[in-house]
């Protein structure tokens, strides 16, 4: 029985269509693949890449045709079972290191066209493509091919054989029984291939030569090394690699494995079962890129010690108490007798004409440990303890806290400004724990900041593959590069909006005033009266009607101001906690745009190739 060389390929190529479930994973592994170029390294996706052309090359040729490989050993007798399936010599089969050279191809074309391009992309030589002698309708749609050996003394041969058993449908392994245990066919070749066991048959040959059962011992030890290999085995209706064993010299077993070959070829599933290896294949080695430790996001926690890490940069509990206490002192001017504004007055006039202020820790609009600005107070912003009321003592422009005292004078030259600002003191600019201010002015509680975006960074890449917390660590470091200088920016408009005091006068400033006034015109009164009667302009008799308006008038005046700082605390609590809410609220807002926003883009960036990852992977 001969071949006939040289198959020729026939117009009219058919397409088949790929297994529901394939298609979708690699258009999954496609978007993957463009989504994470610019987060991972090139080689790690090159794997996946080459499992894409691999797929398109394989679509774009027959669906009609199956191609299997015979795959083994010099000797293992694989050129003699090719031409025992072919029905003819078509292969050279010998003992020789190497015997086959060349790949050698025979088409069962069954009346179907398109193997030509199959060929073409296996690089089987046109010298080496055969035909059957007979139709053997069996296996119509099968293109065997015999491959060199894999263990061949020539490096080509080998390159040759790893080449194509990427390009092929199913491959046969071809066994002897001397040979079947060899170390290099299993952990070179079947161990890495154990995913890939539903388009893989195991021959032991030539069993002829084995005496009485040893053929079935030695089908056993085959089948353990193949489970050890984990090379799942098709048992009791289980998908798996086909274990037979047959004697191509005698005949003995080629008629069951051109029966398997035969259902097997007719399924016409065999390309869509080893694409759908490649992709888990591939899919398995880009898992540590791709699959979190655990859950991943930046949890409400975390957003909230992120902004009370930034609303510390910048102070705003400090110059929230500083706006309490400017509140006060306004109230305190507002609700005083004449004699404590004008002392008020006295020492604004001092502090003018020594052109400065004093100042320690703590009462300047926005002291505290870590802020980003700090300045002496402006606009009568913070002299005065919290809770300190008008006294008339001339003291409403003193203050202190936890970490010092500073005082200030007043001066009547514009109603509402403090007497620093009215003296035309410079603001003095202090550096707090923590804070750095370089020589050009700008300053910015680094230590702070960047702790604080350190730690919500690692905070969202918790869990995260390296590539994605390494690209959460860097979207977060771009944005924290001039978040210094906008909190300080911040911190500058927070003390702008405070400089004129509180918008809106209440009423009850306007009678306490007027009360006041009433109280020092009855002191006034009081005093001329009894000094008239000294002096013997009146009565001296009327001494008493003297009295009672004095006393009235100078014991008035200091209740009515202990009282109105009674009352002053409520509101300015509630405006220093105002002007704390805006700060915090303004600094978060610099922080959400600068650095959570992009951390979150990156979260959302992995969040969709995660869930592109598990389509592709098939989860």
Known sequence: MGCRPGYKWVPGEARRAAEVGLRPRLEALR???ALSRSRLDGTVLDEAGRVLEAADERYRLSGEHTVVALAGATGSGKSSLFNAL????CSEAGARRPTTAEPVACVWSG??????GLLRRLGVPVHRRHTPAQGSPELAGLVLLDLPDHDSSAVENREQVDRLLKLVDAVIWVVDPEKYADAVLHERYLRPLAGYAEVTFVVLNQVDRLPGDAADQVVDDLRR??????????????PGAA??????????????????????????GAADRRLTADVDTAAERLRTAYVADSRVGLTERAREEFDDRLAEAVGAAAIGR????????????????????????????????????????????????????IAAPRTGVGAGPAGAGPDGSGQGGSGSDESGRMRSGRTRSGRGRSGDEAAG???????????????????????????????????????????????????AGRGAEGLPEALDAVAAEAEEALRHGPDARPRWWTVAAAVQGLLFILQVVGVLWLLGAVTGVTDAAEWLSGVLPAVVGSVGGPVLTWLCGLVARGPARRYGQEAERRLRGAAAGCGRARVLEPVAAELLRYREVRERYAVASGV
Request: some cysteine; charged content about 25%; glycine content about 16%.
């Open 111 to 116: 009346g179907r066209p398109g193997a030509e």
């Open 322 to 373: 500083a706006a309490e206490r400017d509140w006060l002192r306004h109230a305190a001017r507002a609700c005083g007798s004449p004699w404590s504004r004008l002392r008020s007055r006295r020492k604004a006039r001092r502090a003018r004409r020594r052109g400065t202020t004093a100042m320690t820790g703590g009462g300047g609009l926005g002291a505290g440990p870590g802020a980003v600005r």
């Open 86 to 89: 072919v029905g003819a010599p």
């Open 425 to 475: 003191a410079v603001p003095v600019r202090s550096v707090a724990a923590g804070s750095v201010r370089g020589g050009d002015g700008r300053a910015a509680a680094r230590p702070v900041v960047e702790q604080a975006v350190r730690t919500v960074a690692g905070a969202a890449a918790l869990g995260l593959p390296v590539p994605w917390a390494q690209a959460v660590r860097e979207a």
């Open 243 to 268: 274990v037979l064993a047959l004697s191509a010299a005698t005949g003995e077993g080629v008629a069951e494995l051109r029966e398997a070959l035969g259902q097997f070829v007719a399924e016409r």
């Open 31 to 33: 978007e993957l693949i």
């Open 225 to 238: 090394l193949l489970d050890e290999d984990g090379l799942a085995l098709g048992e009791h209706g289980e």
